[in-house]
Structure formats: C-alpha cells, structure tokens
C-alpha cells in the first residue's frame, strides 16, 4: 500500500533527529552516500522486542480456544509427543520500517539482537527455553531452526557469499529460488565484501550459465534486482539497484545500473541513461537552487527542465538548508520497473530538498534507440511502496 508522506510530518520529525555523526569515506556527494550513525545496541533490543512477552501475546491471541481446554488432556498430549505447543514464540525477523544510521565503524555490524533473550514457554510447566539450546526434558523444540534464528539489515554489509545463504540478513529470503530470466532455473546472486575499501561487489550467477557482473557497490547498501524486457527486443533487460534504508534519510541516497544483454559478445553490458552518474553507479537529477525567500526554495530540474518551488519553511531553511543560489546532484532513491499502456518503464523518485519529503517523480522508458524521461513532476507525495 502507498504510504503518503506529509510534508509537514516529516519535517517535525526529521528536526527532532539531532544526532548523528559521518562516517570515513562516505560523503553527501557524486561520490556517494554519507551512511549515518549506527542503531545503539539498546535501540536494537526494543525493535526486536521482548520475545518471551511476544509469546505470552501471542498465546493469549491465538490460544482462546485452548483456554477452556482440560488441562490433564494437554499434559498428557505433551508428554506423548515430548514437543512445545505450537503457539510458542519464535524470534521475529528485524521490522523492515528501522530508522536510524547506517555503518558506525565503532560499533559491530552484526550488533542487532546480540544482547537480547529469545524464551519460549512450554505449555506444560511454563519453563523457560533458553535460545541457546538448552530445552526442559521431554522437549523436542528445534532452536537451530530458521525462525529462531535473529537477523538483522547490518548483518549484509560484512557478508561474503551467496546471499540465498545469509540467514542472518534481514531480507535474504528475497533471494531464495529466484528465477529472474523465468527460463525456470535457479539464478542466485554472490556477493564479495572489500572491508578496506568499504565496498562490496555482487553477480548474478544466472541458472543458464550466463553472468552479470556488478561495478563496485557501498557496503551499506542493500541490493534488489528486477528484470524484464524494456526495448523490446525479447530479452530482459536487468536493473539492479541498492537502496539505504538504514540511513536516517533513505530518500536521499540511492544506486542503479540498468544492464543489456549482448548475444554476440555473450555478456551483460551496462546501460547508458540520461541522468548524472556518480563513480559508484549512483544514478541523480542535477538540481539547480535559487536562493531562499521567505521559506520557498525554487529549483529548476537541468535534465528536463521543470521548474517547481519547494515551500519549505524559515525553520527548515535556518536548521537544513543554508545555502543560497546552489546546484546539486540528488540521487533516484527509488527505481523500480513498471508496466504501462507505454510498455515497461522504469518508475523513478529523487528527493529534492534533504529530509524535506517532497519528490521529483518521472518514468524511463526506451524509445528509438535510447532511454528517455517521460512524464516528469513534482510531487508532495512518494508513490513508492517504501515512502
């Protein structure tokens, strides 16, 4: 469902948001994002929650009709069958809606949910399992299984491997059993972990042999991958982009590549799109900023040249903005492929004042030889599923 983001909302709270801190190597520029202050390990606790309430919750929820149930009955089914019952807590996947910053290099990017303690309750005697492995007698729980396992975002960004394999992460399950070219075999995405360079780098290791290899991507970036056909030629086309829905603005910061196959040369070549591109694949609208008056920052947008006047207010211009007459780069935070009466395109967003919540919207779409902007506006509201 489409989440309206209110511009008034989002400037209230974003002010309230007074601390955070840059992090080596990552700036708010062509050169890529600048990912904020990690989530203290305390923040982490009370976004997983306390699991053993979860239970109780989750017991007096779905258990009702067990509550009438006689109890001699239910100890003596659960000592023939030596299990919990099957309303006992699991440990909960980290929500998708975090908030805070991205990588603190002082701080463990597998923190989340380490200090946290994941009970369940057996039905019989209450007693406490402890997520370890130590379970009362008679008790078959698998604590190794995948719903016990605590994942995090962070979990991805020191990872080297197939992402189909990271449990920990957050989000892996969104590469399990891909078929991105539905050719009907397995395709599966490796990623490889630079920790000098605070880099990653990713392919696509289709089931049909083929391989797409990914230029240098951010660390803290989260991938995703969309395929289909966009110049109609029969073969998909794959855009393969990298959101930061850790940092405390996800709006402003954003990767894509677009990527073609080549059947003469038997390869995947990237794309040429008529945006800004920064050196790590970041994909921007060139902004160009008159100067503030009385709270309204007009701008004129170089690559298709609308023009549109933000109506901010002095207290955003006094605490974020600051600057007079500017041009700058503001990323395609959201990139995602539609289908339209056109054809398919690809829907595209850029903010256009940081932590403002105000977008430039437009669609890409291949004509003639070429990918063009099409339908451009300024809108009050992100029509992302993730705005």
């Given amino acids: 469902m ?3 983001v209110i511009i008034g909302g989002l400037v209230l709270s974003i002010l309230a948001m007074s601390a955070c801190s840059n992090v080596p190597g990552k700036t708010e520029n062509a050169e890529g994002p600048n990912v904020e202050e990690s989530i ?5 606790e009370d976004i997983h929650g306390d699991t053993a309430v979860d239970a109780l919750l989750d017991k007096a929820e779905n258990g009702s009709a067990e509550a009438g149930a006689d109890k001699n009955a239910a100890d003596s089914a659960n000592e023939n069958n030596g299990e919990n019952d099957s309303n006992g807590s699991t440990n909960d996947a980290t929500s998708n809606d975090m908030i805070g910053g991205g990588k603190d290099n002082s701080s463990d990017a597998n923190m989340a949910g380490d200090s946290s303690e994941n009970s369940t309750f057996d039905n019989s005697d209450s007693t406490q399992n402890d997520t370890n492995g130590s379970t009362d007698s008679g008790n078959t729980n698998d604590t190794n299984s995948d719903e016990n396992i605590e994942t995090s975002p962070m979990f991805l960004w020191d990872y080297e491997g197939y992402i189909d394999e990271a449990k920990g992460y957050t989000w892996y399950n969104e590469f399990v059993n891909c078929d991105y070219d539905k050719d009907g075999a397995t395709d599966r995405v490796y990623r490889i972990y630079d920790a000098d360079a605070q880099e990653a780098y990713y392919s696509i290791e289709f089931g049909n042999g083929r391989v797409l290899s990914v230029p240098k991507a951010y660390d803290t970036g989260f991938p995703h991958i969309q395929m289909a056909d966009l110049d109609g030629d029969g073969e998909g086309e794959v855009l393969f982009t990298l959101t930061y829905d850790t940092s405390t603005d996800p709006f402003a910061f ?11 040369y038997d390869i995947y070549d990237e794309v040429e799109l008529p945006l800004s591109t920064s050196e790590n694949g ?10 503030p008056e009385n709270g309204n920052i007009k701008f004129k947008v170089q690559q298709t040249g609308l023009e549109a006047t933000a109506e ?3 207290e955003y211009v006094e605490y ?3 600057n007079e007459a500017i041009t700058e780069d503001r990323y395609i935070w959201e990139a995602t492929i539609k289908e339209t009466d056109k054809g398919n395109v690809i829907y595209c967003e850029a903010q256009v004042l940081p932590r403002f919540g105000t977008f430039v919207i437009f669609n890409l779409r291949y004509d003639n030889g070429k990918y063009v902007i099409e339908d451009m506006e300024y809108s009050f509201y992100s029509n992302s599923d993730r705005g």
């Fill in 2 to 4: 489409k989440n309206k």
């Fill in 40 to 44: 203290a390990p305390e923040i982490m």
């Fill in 254 to 264: 954003g990767d894509m590549w677009l990527f073609d196959y080549d059947a003469e």
């Fill in 282 to 291: 970041g994909k921007a609208l060139t902004f160009e900023y008159g100067a």
């Fill in 312 to 314: 901010a207010d002095n």
């Fill in 320 to 322: 974020w903005w600051t």
